[in-house]
């Protein structure tokens, strides 16, 4: 499975923006895909995960109701639309996906910058 993100840009704080992630073929039903962001000079965190088969997800505390997934199943993409944007959201966004089954996210797109000004 290939993916491939987009959407990052330039926003100011308050403002809101959406991420994608198109995955290259259908998915497995018991697949998961997600979001990890890097800022620089910081690790990799997670930040949210979405079921594809269930749509259920699971977000990190620090963008719990700022943040939101939700899958566009006849085009194999998931969305991510942020908002509510602080300027610590500043990173880049990494759409990644896992087998139900595994702990480890085994696919990775490529990064898209996201910054957020003050």
């Known amino acids: 499975v290939q993916l491939q993100a987009s959407g990052g840009g330039l926003v100011q704080a308050g403002g809101s923006l959406r991420l994608s992630c198109i995955a290259s073929r259908r998915t497995f039903s018991r697949f998961l895909m997600g979001w990890f962001r890097q800022a620089p000079g910081k690790e990799r965190e997670f930040v949210m995960s979405?079921?594809?088969?269930?749509?259920?997800?699971e977000y990190a505390d620090s963008v719990k109701g700022r943040f939101t997934a939700f899958r566009e199943i006849a085009k194999n993409t998931v969305h991510l639309q942020m908002d509510s944007l602080k300027p610590e959201d500043t990173a880049t966004y990494y759409c990644t996906g896992r087998q139900e089954s595994s702990s480890e996210w085994a696919y990775w797109g490529q990064g898209t910058l996201v910054t957020v000004s003050s």
């Open positions: 979405i079921n594809w088969y269930s749509g259920s997800t």
